[in-house]
């Protein structure tokens, strides 16, 4: 069971705009970095944000990030098909002095 | 740009040492980054294993120190890891990373490792 919590799948139509939540603690999102990737199987993970809301150089703008207390979300603006991924969430604990993550999201572009 | 890519026996059995090497290429391992190691058992979420630091320093998820050594090998531009004593529970897709921090950048294409008899 991960720490951080996500909802296991999302779905929206192409176009459209989804946001998938991630929701930690204070002693991990509430007091550091969130940062948020793009998973298809047998494939590297790819950073999407980084420090809460900072898109890596060659990431869209329709990726966005936000926190607020103990939770991030990830939100994705005009949605394709090939945003067809599993999306996961990661940040620091400091209680556990440990990396994180949620235990993922898998988004349908229908 | 810098690229990551693991290697490693794809089966090892019960009690036995999972050993697993990162190699970096595109740029220099000596850089000032923590190299990673993550690992996502079939099934279930990512779970951080440990990192180093290009001098040697490292750190290690609690619930794995007791098995896990990470160890750089500047003269190669690689990383390792050495999982001991593993069981079945240790069955999972290994991934090495350059970052720290919850932040991890680039990441390698993952090695499913097999813990079976």
């Known amino acids: 069971q991960s720490v951080l919590t996500q909802p296991p799948s999302v779905s929206a139509a192409p176009g459209q705009k989804v946001t998938i939540s991630c929701s930690g603690s204070?002693?991990?999102?509430?007091?550091?970095?969130v940062s948020w990737y793009q998973h298809l199987p047998g494939t590297a993970p790819k950073l999407l944000i980084y420090?809460?809301?900072k898109r890596p150089s060659g990431i869209p703008d329709r990726f966005s990030g936000s926190k607020s207390g103990t939770s991030a979300t990830l939100g994705i603006t005009g949605l394709q098909t090939g945003d067809e991924a599993g999306y996961f969430c990661?940040?620091?604990?400091?209680?556990?002095?440990?990396?994180?993550f949620g235990g993922g999201t898998k988004l349908t572009v229908l | 740009q810098v690229q990551l890519q693991e290697s490693g026996p794809g089966l090892v059995k019960p009690s036995g040492t999972l050993s697993l090497t990162c190699a970096v290429s595109?740029?220099?391992?000596?850089?000032?980054?923590?190299w990673s190691w993550v690992r996502q058992p079939p099934g279930k979420g990512l779970e951080w294993i440990g990192e180093i630091y290009h001098g040697g320093s490292t750190n290690y998820n609690s619930s794995l120190k007791s098995r896990v050594t990470i160890s750089v090998d500047k003269s190669k531009n690689q990383f390792s890891l050495k999982l001991s004593s593993v069981t079945a529970a240790d069955t999972a897709v290994y991934y090495c990373a350059r970052g720290t921090g919850g932040t991890f950048d680039p990441w390698g294409q993952g090695t499913l490792v097999t813990v079976s008899s």
């Open positions: 420090d809460n809301n």
């Open positions: 990661g940040t620091w604990d400091s209680s556990l002095n440990a990396g994180i």
């Open positions: 204070s002693s991990n999102i509430g007091n550091n970095y």
């Open positions: 595109g740029g220099s391992i000596s850089s000032s980054n923590w």
